[in-house]
């Protein structure tokens, strides 16, 4: 079987192999920071608050740069492909100003750079997701990412423990000193993987584009999609990191926890991978969202060591089913869902502007809970609960858009 995936890869188009890197690069570089930053903060201030703070501003800098720099872009017909320098740039940067963090203000800071460098690089890779990959290659393609992704869930959180164990433990210079300065120098790997990419100029987004979007049936249609996917991101960002923490108590017990179910999680990802096909990508999503939501809902009933354990098997065998059916229903829709003659970009930059909106409603519900539960682990059961009706309104949303570009083909 690996052999024959790895003749799949070095089988792809030259600039389709270059973004799968590109991707890795990014999704090594999240692992060994992403869980860690929400660890760091609540760390750092105590402050369950603070974290969902941070995040939306998180997802505000994502909106700037996506969203409005993208527009913008368009007008001033900016070679997209640049967006990854300049992505790795602020997403390093972060990590340096977030280390030297001891007021909320900073925090907010480095959280807002970050979130920048994410829209950005976000912006650049579906811009060339779309621009290069053939919808009969996207669910192999996809399937790499996703392994990727896993796989690097596995060496990310091991490398990052043993980062925070040697620089607090053994150098005593803090949990987080060395991971927060060695992880930038992924970054620099990048560098060699922007030749092979072609320019791509997008042509200026007009005001019949905004209109179309806002009142056409297909996109009204992929509103409650739209929502249920936002809404699980920035749940599973904040409450999966706190609840096992939670449980565990310490850093490093998170990162062995983490490390110990991606294994698995990359295994199962790459078997379906064989199996994904344009026909069972709703049967694939139906089946993984609805049971990875029932599990959230045991879980929020009853949060303790052998319950997180039970938890940590259904998320490895699920949440890359659920990850990969919700990237080929992206890029499938962003460029089946557009005004005639015109590409997939102004419906990328209107959905995430869509997708930003419901984030914010996530941030606003999560503080919700923590200001009517007092008890941390009513919150994080309340935040568990809202991943699984998230998880339930993608089924329906996909099921829902997927059903109308039939009944209403361009």
């Not at 809902?297 to 060591?305: D, E, G, N």
Request: charged share 10%; net charge positive.
């Amino acid at each position: 079987m690996l052999k024959g995936i790895i003749a799949q890869f070095k089988a792809l188009r030259p600039p389709v192999r270059s973004l799968v890197q590109l991707f890795w690069i990014y999704t090594l570089t999240t692992s060994l920071t992403s869980v860690f930053i929400q660890l760091f903060l609540y760390q750092q201030f105590s402050s369950f608050f603070v974290n969902v703070a941070a995040t939306a501003i998180f997802d505000s800098g994502i909106f700037i740069t996506f969203c409005i720099f993208g527009f913008v872009a368009s007008h001033l017909r900016f070679n997209i492909k640049y967006g990854f320098f300049w992505s790795f740039i602020f997403m390093g940067v972060t990590l340096i100003v977030l280390l030297n963090s001891d007021t909320t203000l900073l925090a907010y800071i480095a959280m807002g750079i970050n979130g920048l460098g994410n829209g950005l690089f976000w912006l650049t890779i579906h811009t060339f997701e779309l621009s290069e990959t053939k919808d009969e290659e996207r669910d192999f393609y996809s399937s790499l990412l996703t392994t990727g992704t896993v796989m690097f869930s596995v060496l990310g959180p091991a490398i990052a423990t043993g980062l925070v164990y040697v620089s607090g433990t053994l150098l005593g210079w803090g949990d987080y000193t060395l991971l927060f300065l060695l992880t930038p120098l992924i970054y620099l790997l990048g560098f060699f993987c922007f030749g092979n990419l072609n320019e791509y100029r997008p042509m200026p987004i007009e005001w019949r584009d905004v209109t179309y979007f806002m009142t056409e049936r297909k996109n009204r249609a992929t509103q409650p999609y739209l929502a249920g996917t936002a809404l699980q991101e920035i749940f599973t960002t904040i409450i999966l990191p706190l609840v096992v923490l939670f449980v565990l108590g310490g850093v490093i017990q998170v990162g062995l926890y983490a490390t110990a179910f991606a294994l698995f999680g990359a295994v199962c990802v790459l078997i379906f991978s064989q199996y994904r096909t344009t026909k069972n990508r709703l049967l694939i999503l139906g089946f993984s969202t609805l049971a990875l939501a029932v599990a959230n809902v045991l879980f929020a009933l009853h949060i303790s060591l052998i319950t997180l354990m039970a938890y940590g098997v259904a998320g490895a065998i699920l949440w890359p089913m659920v990850r990969v059916s919700i990237h080929v229903t992206d890029l499938h829709t962003m460029e089946s869902i557009g005004r005639r003659g015109r590409d997939f970009y102004p419906t990328m930059i209107f959905r995430d502007a869509s997708m930003w909106l419901w984030r914010m409603t996530g941030a606003g519900l999560l503080l919700g809970a923590a200001v009517l539960f007092l008890q941390q682990k009513e919150v994080l059961s309340v935040g568990l609960v809202l991943y699984a009706i998230s998880l339930v309104i993608v089924f329906l949303g996909a099921r829902l858009l997927l059903k109308a570009m039939e009944r209403w083909p361009q």
